[in-house]
């Protein structure tokens, strides 16, 4: 018979070994080695059987073990150890603390919205980089003491588990997560204090007069409150129970309820959790993508129904305090809904125009926040851009991408003045580095630093025979996972024991090892390695200088294309002769993933530049001393320097993307035969492939530290956080007077900027044959309408001319006023030549006020008409 219901009994605890209730429930332990190995003693064989899951361990546990261990001195002591150790964690100052003591000033708490979190495998939240990056950075703001929390939704069945059938089709199931099995705890109204409180439950309405109704779960992390909805709860509807039934699950309809639920709910939920804890309520609102963009369109509300504030005074209060973070470089990688769904679910009764879901705000102004050029369409981007103040993307070139992708929202703009910055993202040492390497890293900076991942970088100390004897173990530890892995996925595919004896040679530990593992939408490439197969078949079997190759990644469950790609690596990995030295794993997870990191050789990443955001695998392997072979695209395309890897060259401007796979497949393969593998297989007397150790220290020494997760938050505390509340604290002062003054600013620029108008600008002084440093004097008038002249700035603006008459590589410089004349402002400025060659200017007109971050904020300039 089946279960017509799963929930979880959790074991009774002798008082004396209570303290593994909180060290089990605070997810520090996935980052902690000593609370790892202080549950492992519980039982050893059960802490396999239960994949590592304290909350799980505690459950299974056999009741006499626990008695054992109550009067067992020596574990008494460690398990005391590890509580004061813990305690010590929460409460003692850490990087944020000392950096306000010293005056600086910070935002006073940043509430962090991401659709998936992946802190770790027992709380399966996520899908892939983007779930990966909110857990890491969820990791890091706790080392180092942000005062933050994070805000999701918690998925009944997760992402889905992936296996292979015989033919290597991927197949999907979604086993049910029972919350009370995981290290979860409901939010209640009595915050810490009680026991006894009654669940919070936050309400957003519905179409039809129907209530989607959630509870809250906190996921401790470290330091940081991890809060999830979840609305498989019997006092909703059926339909609606299902909203927080799968990640990427479903329909649009579904999953626009996911995204009012993440946004409307996730603030509600913050409201809630700040006043059962007695807390502040959160000065920064940061949205990780667009899909809690909804978030800000309820704290406008607020402001509208509790402060009075017009729709456009509320709008410039939550925008100063907003941060969006964009993760995609292509259109279609953004959440768009029909305008119409987004009109069903905010519309009011009978077609009237104030919203029923948010009283107070009109369904045209909640429509407008996400139009797109078609006015069909409703854009979660452009509503998260429109929404934050600052916004950036995750790496240096995704930055880039980014500005030109959005340059529609900002006309009369060149791309790289788009008011879009970027923080290079980055991964969390103590969850994606070796144990290996945490020991020689805490022996040689010690735990304090090593906490806030500093001093990384001071691993390069080691000897040349360390640093590969670690190298080595890790490979070692690599290719046993990878037989254990490749035998059960047979075994899950059909085969029977019998057959399978092969599996014990599969891999070698001495041979370089190469890995490539992620996501597979198409513009990663999972494929090209196969592009000549007979050329990679006979690098694989080469006698002296093999390779051997593990691959893993998830296919979306609607993208048949991906599947085939992952069909098409099966069959080959498949094939008896290369078996032992090419594996597909299925079921790519952080469990599997940890040990690809420690023990890949080389890292292998070819997606279609530049449609990788970032991409942070990479990275992780960097961190455990692994090189990598990789397209100049997201951060490798900033941190390459020519001895921590090899950039694989690539075919910009061949359309033909046939002929640009083969260009490209062919520069890899290049690589590998003349590169990476006489690199990895030439040894000195003592068997020491000497470059290549070099190559690993340097990769540690120099990458170690620009990839950590804590450089990626500092950036992100310091200039986006900080300058966000600053800004917030500016416009909400003396009953929002600085918001108030911004909207209508705003309204004012927007009525009469069609009458600006540069009407004239003369330039004088240069001399016959100007160079680089001469002077020239610049004279504009400029039609101000109704707008006075500290209502604009007006710029010269200088720079190559392209044959089209274009200005590139431009230089601006403030004019400054002189006077009117005739009914015209006339402003002046002395500018001396920034550049040679074929030189140009002219000059524009930006609105300017206090409390606009940058001039192309409003996305208006006029210049003079040609």
Known sequence: MKALRRFTVRAHIPERLAALGPLSTNLRWSWHPETQDLFSRLDPELWQAVQFDPVRMLGEVNPTRLDELSSDEAFLGDLDTAAADLDAYLSTPRWYQSQQAKGTSLAGGIAYFSMEFGVSEVLPNYSGGLGILAGDHLKAASDLGLPLIGVGLLYRSGYFRQSLTADGWQAEHYPPHDPQGLPLRLLTDAGPTSDDGSPVVIHVAMPGGRVLRARVWIAQV????????????????????????????????????????????????????????????????????????????????????????????????????????????????????????????FGGANGENESSLLPGLTVDRIVGMGRESDPSIFNMAHMGLRLGQRANGVSKLHGIVSRDMFNGLWPGFDADEVPIGSVTNGVHAPTWAAPEWMDVARRIVGQEQLEEARGWERLHELSATELWET????????????????????????????????????????????????????????????????????????????????????????????????????????????????????????????????????????????????????????????????????????????????????????????????????????????????????????????????????????????????????????????????SARAVVADDFAGAREVAEFRRRIESQWPSVAVEQVDGSGLPDTPEIGATISLRAKVRLGGLSVSDVQVQAVLGRVSPGEELTDVVTFPMTHFGAEDGTEIFEAEVALPVSGSVGYTVRVLPHHRLLVDASELGLVTTPSV
């Open 222 to 345: 470290g330091r940081v409150p991890l809060l999830l909805l979840d609305s498989d709860i019997s006092e909703n509807d059926a339909d609606l129970r299902g909203v927080t039934d799968r990640l990427y699950g479903g329909d649009q309809d579904h999953r626009i309820k996911q995204e009012i639920l993440a946004g409307i709910g996730g603030v509600r939920a913050v409201r809630a959790y700040t006043a059962a804890y007695g807390l502040p309520d959160p000065e920064v609102f940061h949205m990780n993508e667009g899909h809690a963009g909804f978030l800000g369109i309820e704290r406008i509300r607020e402001l509208v129904t509790t402060s009075g504030l017009d729709f456009d005074s509320a709008l410039a209060a939550v925008r100063a305090g907003t941060v969006f973070t964009t993760h995609t470089p292509v259109p279609a990688g953004i959440d768009r809904f029909p305008a119409d769904l987004v009109r069903h679910y």
């Open 471 to 726: 190298r080595n173990a890790l490979r070692g530890k690599l290719v046993d996972e990878v037989r254990r892995r490749v035998r059960a996925s047979w075994l899950e595919r059909g085969a029977t024991e019998a057959e399978l004896g092969w599996t014990t040679g599969v891999f070698d530990p001495n041979v370089l090892t190469v890995g490539f593992a992620r996501r597979v939408p198409t513009y990663k490439r999972l494929t090209l390695m196969l592009r000549d197969p007979e050329r990679l078949r006979a690098m694989l079997l080469d006698e002296k200088r093999p390779v051997q190759l593990v691959v893993a990644g998830k296919s979306h469950p609607a993208d048949d294309g991906g599947k085939a790609l992952i069909q098409q690596v099966v069959r080959f990995a498949d094939e008896a002769d290369v078996r032992h030295r090419i594996v597909f794993l299925p079921d790519y997870d952080m469990s599997m993933a940890r040990y690809l990191y420690w023990g890949c050789d080389v890292w292998l990443n070819n997606p279609l530049r530049p449609l990788e955001a970032c991409g942070t695998s990479g990275m992780k392997s960097a961190l455990n001393g692994g090189l990598n072979l990789s397209i100049r695209d997201g951060w490798w395309d900033e941190m390459y320097d020519g001895e921590n890897g090899w950039a694989i060259p690539t075919a910009d401007g061949v359309l033909d993307d046939v002929r640009r796979d083969d260009l490209e497949a062919s520069a890899l393969y290049e690589l590998l035969e003349h590169a990476v593998l006489p690199t990895f297989y030439d040894r000195d007397a003592a068997d020491l492939p000497t470059r290549w150790v070099e190559r690993v220290r340097h990769t540690l020494e120099n990458l170690g530290p620009k990839v950590l997760a804590s450089r990626m938050v500092r950036d992100y505390a310091v200039d986006y956080y900080a300058p966000s509340a600053e």
